[in-house]
């Protein structure tokens, strides 16, 4: 078991809350349940810690971090600025029928009340634009944002009206983009994301408080 696979069962066990927030998370323990020694739990930890999922303290390891409304709305607000980015970067080397790929997929599963799966679409679209941008730091950067809202993003098809809500922001946004229309894919975006974080806050803030 290497370090991305550690890292992934950590990651889980975080934001879905088996580990909950203030746990202590030993290398120790950790590496002698998968069975492994301590320097890939160790590199696991460090990432966590570099996502915001951990809290390292000197001389003491790490715990988990709980990940608060005011994290996911500067999550959404750096995924915005990083993504408009992108997508300027994007426009000119997305090709038409990967657009036309990935807008057939969404227009397919438009009416399926699958929150999952319309995370997952919603996903590979936004994906798609920024491997487009050609810029390693930004795939990066980008790729750190989406593992910390991995969790969240189904919170924003839980309901028809929002699925069809995103599913039309989706389309405009690829017709956009397959006209070479930067700026008006640029204010889609833009919106786009501002909707995303409006949907999912809704979800979040509304939810049951458990004791």
């Known amino acids: 078991m290497d370090r991305h696979t550690i890292y992934r069962e950590l990651f889980n066990r975080v934001v879905h809350g088996a580990y909950s927030p203030g746990t202590w998370l030993r290398e120790d323990a950790i590496a002698s349940q998968f069975g492994v020694s301590r320097t890939p739990v160790r590199e696991a930890l460090l990432q966590l810690a570099q996502d915001g999922l951990a809290e390292g303290l000197p001389k003491r390891g790490y715990r988990a971090r709980g990940f608060t409304v005011d994290d996911l709305e500067e999550a959404y607000e750096l995924r915005r600025v990083l993504e408009l980015l992108a997508l300027e970067r994007a426009v000119s080397t997305l090709s038409i029928q990967s657009l036309q790929a990935i807008r057939s997929r969404i227009e397919a599963v438009a009416d399926v009340p699958d929150a999952i799966e319309h995370a997952a679409i919603d996903s590979e679209l936004h994906r798609l634009i920024v491997d487009a941008s050609q810029s390693r730091r930004l795939i990066a950067m980008l790729g750190s944002l989406y593992r910390i809202m991995q969790s969240f993003r189904e919170l ?5 009206e929002t699925r069809r809500q995103a599913t039309g922001e989706h389309i405009a946004l690829i017709e ?36």
């Open 156 to 160: 924003g098809f839980e309901d028809g």
């Open 176 to 211: 956009a983009l397959a006209s070479r229309d930067a700026a008006r894919a640029s204010r889609l975006l833009d919106d786009h994301i501002r909707q995303s974080k409006a949907r999912v806050l809704r979800q979040v803030l509304s939810a049951p408080v458990t004791t």
